[in-house]
C-alpha cells in the first residue's frame, strides 16, 4: 500500500526552538508538499518541492524553510518556533500535474 | 491567486438524508480536485473532476468550468460520511493547488 509517513503524530516544542518535521513518500512521486491547517481557514500551502534540491514558496512560507536532499524525503523546519506556528501540519506528495495526490496523517504541533 | 470558496461551512445531516456541497472558485483552472478528511485527520482524495460529471457509489460530482463551479453530491447519507469535505483547485500553470475552507459534515444516527 502507497504511503506518505509523517514522523511524528504529536510535537509538543518550546517556543524558540528549531523545529523539524520529516515526510517519507514511497511512490516515487516527483512532488512534495507542506500544508498547515487550522479551523476555518483549510488548507494552506507552505512550500512545495517539484524535484530534489528544488523549493517553491507557497502561500505562508515566512517562518519555515524546507529541505529535499533526496526524492522521497522532504523536511519542514521551523528556524525559531512561535505559539502562532501551533497548527497541524499536513505533507502531501503527488506525481506531475498533480495526479497521486496523497496525504500524510498529519503532525498536530504545539508550541509552549 | 485564485479563491476558492465552500458553502455551506458546516451541515449536519440525519442517517439517509442527501446533501448538496458547493465549491466555487475565481478563475479558469486546469483541474479540481474533492478531498474528504475524516475524523482522525486523514485525507483521501474522493474525485478529479476538471469538467462533467463523474459518480462513485453514493457520490458524485459536477464541475462546470465555464460557470467556475462544482457540487459534490452525497445521496443516503451515512455516520461514516462525516468529516471534513475540501474542493481544490489547480491552476493554469499547473504548479499550486489551492484549497478551499471546507464543508464540515456531520450525520447523525
Known amino acids: 500500500d502507497v504511503k506518505v509517513t509523517q514522523s511524528s503524530r504529536y510535537l509538543v516544542k518550546r517556543t524558540g526552538e528549531k523545529v523539524f518535521l520529516e515526510c517519507v513518500q514511497d511512490?516515487?512521486?516527483?512532488?512534495m508538499f507542506w500544508y498547515r491547517q487550522d479551523p476555518g481557514l483549510g488548507l494552506r500551502l507552505i512550500y512545495f518541492s517539484y524535484d530534489v534540491k528544488m523549493k517553491e514558496k507557497g502561500d505562508i512560507p515566512e517562518g519555515y524553510s524546507v529541505s529535499r536532499e533526496k526524492k522521497e524525503r522532504f523536511s519542514l523546519i521551523l528556524e525559531s518556533a512561535s505559539t502562532n506556528q501551533t497548527s497541524m501540519y499536513l505533507c502531501?506528495?503527488?506525481?506531475?500535474?498533480?495526479?497521486?495526490?496523497?496525504f500524510g496523517s498529519g503532525t498536530r504541533l504545539t508550541v509552549v | 491567486g485564485i479563491q476558492v470558496e465552500q458553502s455551506p461551512p458546516d451541515l449536519i445531516l440525519q442517517e439517509g438524508a442527501n446533501s448538496t456541497l458547493r465549491c466555487n472558485f475565481s478563475d479558469s483552472v486546469n483541474n479540481l480536485q474533492w478531498f474528504h478528511q475524516n475524523p482522525w485527520g486523514q485525507l483521501i482524495n474522493l474525485f478529479y473532476?476538471?469538467?462533467g460529471t463523474k459518480q462513485n457509489g453514493r457520490l458524485s460530482a459536477t464541475t462546470v468550468a465555464t460557470e467556475r463551479y462544482s457540487l459534490l453530491y452525497i445521496s443516503s447519507s451515512q455516520t461514516t460520511d462525516s468529516g471534513v469535505y475540501f474542493c481544490a483547485v489547480h491552476n493554469n500553470a499547473g504548479n499550486m493547488l489551492t484549497f478551499g475552507g471546507g464543508t464540515r459534515l456531520m450525520v447523525k444516527p
Open positions: 511512490m516515487d512521486h516527483e512532488n
Open positions: 473532476i476538471p469538467s
Open positions: 502531501a506528495s503527488s506525481l506531475r500535474g498533480f495526479y497521486g495526490y496523497t
